[in-house]
């Protein structure tokens, strides 16, 4: 069997719980296999090189957005990453920016989803006489189900905010995933709240009227989510409002 290239990887390494710790890039060196991944090339240097590296991953398969971090700059999931995508062989990995930082490339994703929920109240707020739990659920139309299923798909992986201009240059815009959801529960019809609720919520510089449309989170979303396409339901629901 022909002996696969060298791949060289260069990795962010800082550790901020070890106090004379700074940042710096190691490198790594490792045999290419067929159909390898960047998460597969992690997993080998963490077992075979360095058991110190610190990385994030759960289901290997695109599903649970824990391997998200920067990959030749550009942010996106490690386990859906080929190395055969780079023709040189070298690979740089970052952290995702806009994130606590917890170690090397780990990052604080699920902090940041929790406040963002909080923040926006994204959860059913059902109508009345709906929390009556003897109640029959009332049926959906299959079109209203594709749509909800199609926002639902969003794996908060944190590529979107890493991508987002506007996020690194106010901390305090809540980010396409949290328009994303937004959109959600106001497509969903369960939903007592109306576009003026929606309005209070999101309806400012920090929320559906921050974002620069630049594009990064529809260009970087691992589960090619429509991103800029309910940014601007949104923005027609909340201008619509201000009439």
Wanted: with cysteine.
């Amino acid at each position: 069997m022909a002996k696969g290239r060298t791949l060289t990887f260069s990795i962010f390494r800082y550790d901020p719980q070890m106090p004379d710790d700074k940042p710096k890039m190691v490198d790594y060196q490792i045999e290419e296999a067929p159909g390898m991944t960047v998460f597969i090339a992690l997993n080998q240097l963490r077992e075979l090189q360095d058991p110190s590296l610190q990385f994030d991953f759960v289901c290997r398969a695109g599903i649970c957005g824990s391997c998200a971090m920067v990959i030749n700059g550009m942010p996106t999931l490690a386990c859906r990453t080929l190395t055969s995508k780079f023709a040189d062989g070298k690979i740089k990995l970052m952290p995702l920016p806009g994130f606590e930082l917890i170690g090397d490339l780990s990052v604080n994703t699920g902090k940041f989803m929790r406040e963002i929920a909080e923040r926006l109240k994204l959860w059913l707020h059902p109508k009345a006489g709906d929390d009556d739990i003897h109640r029959l659920e009332a049926p959906m139309s299959p079109e209203e189900a594709a749509k909800l299923y199609e926002l639902e798909r969003c794996v908060e992986c944190g590529v979107c905010v890493s991508a987002c201009a506007t996020k690194q240059m106010r901390d305090t815009f809540v980010g396409a995933v949290g328009l994303m959801k937004i959109a959600r529960f106001e497509l969903d019809s369960r939903d007592a709240r109306n576009a003026e609720d929606f309005y209070h919520v999101i309806g400012n510089q920090d929320g559906v009227f921050g974002c620069m449309t630049l594009l990064g989170c529809q260009d970087n979303c691992p589960k090619d989510l429509p991103h800029m396409q309910q940014i601007a339901y949104l923005r027609r629901k909340m201008a619509v409002t201000l009439v």
